[in-house]
């Protein structure tokens, strides 16, 4: 079953602009992590956050993590073509901790 | 390419038969988890191996399923008397301990389709 629920299920920018999804999640984990999937290059991770942090950055990506509401956000500034793609949130739950859970992802289509 | 490979890339089979994928890790990397995405769906987690030990195995993997990793480099799974809802795509990943296991390599996966 899936642990987590990202939304929205579609977005659709402008070149640019920025876009930002969330992604929410059922139990306590140890970190969560970001994955983007497009039929090129397969799964490829993004970020990890861990629980013990709220915001991290990475080139033009920023994750933020409120573990107190079991949700993350994925912020993407600057948005280019080459971004269109789908994205997963993906936790290990405390309890299993070397099992990792997806989301059910956020398409991204970025417009040129 | 020292990526993760995955063979074939394409399957189809009748419902009934059986098929075996193929996963080569990346090398050094200990651990080796099976995924299976649905259209639509994010990777449902099947399995882990570390090394040649398998760890975990997802209530999803049914009797029909079977996962091995004899020498703690490549794994195969097996899928028994194939059925319909078994169509999708088969992911393979590794990860290794530099990591903290967190950041997973994925493969491109196998296409199943059972017709």
């Known amino acids: 079953s899936q642990q987590g629920e990202e939304d929205p299920q579609a977005l659709s920018i402008q070149e640019g602009e920025n876009a930002t999804m969330n992604c929410s999640y059922k139990?306590?984990?140890?970190?969560l992590q970001w994955y983007r999937q497009n039929s090129g290059r397969g799964l490829v991770h993004l970020i990890l956050?861990?629980?013990?942090?709220r915001e991290k950055h990475s080139g033009r990506l920023r994750v933020t993590l409120d573990t107190s509401k079991k949700s993350s956000s994925l912020l993407i500034t600057a948005s280019r073509a080459a971004d269109t793609a789908s994205y997963f949130c993906?936790?290990?739950?405390?309890?299993?901790?070397?099992?990792?859970?997806f989301g059910t992802g956020t398409s991204l289509t970025v417009i040129p | 390419d020292t990526g993760v490979s995955q063979n074939p890339r394409h399957k189809i089979t009748k419902r009934g038969q059986n098929v075996t994928f193929r996963c080569d890790p990346i090398?050094?990397?200990?651990?080796l988890y099976w995924y299976r995405q649905t259209l639509g769906q994010g990777p449902e987690f099947l399995t882990y191996?570390?090394?040649?030990?398998?760890?975990?195995k997802s209530r999803l993997l049914s009797d029909r399923f079977s996962a091995e990793r004899p020498k703690g480099s490549f794994s195969t799974l097996e899928i028994q008397r194939t059925e319909q809802g078994d169509s999708a795509m088969y992911l393979c990943?590794?990860?290794?301990?530099?990591?903290?296991?967190?950041?997973?390599?994925f493969g491109p996966g196998t296409r199943l389709t059972v017709l």
């Open positions: 990943a590794s990860s290794f301990p530099g990591g903290s296991y967190n950041e997973q390599f």
């Open positions: 139990t306590s984990i140890n970190n």
């Open positions: 956050i861990r629980s013990n942090e």
């Open positions: 993906a936790t290990d739950a405390m309890a299993t901790g070397n099992q990792f859970y």
């Open positions: 090398s050094e990397h200990n651990r």
């Open positions: 191996f570390q090394n040649e030990a398998q760890l975990e």
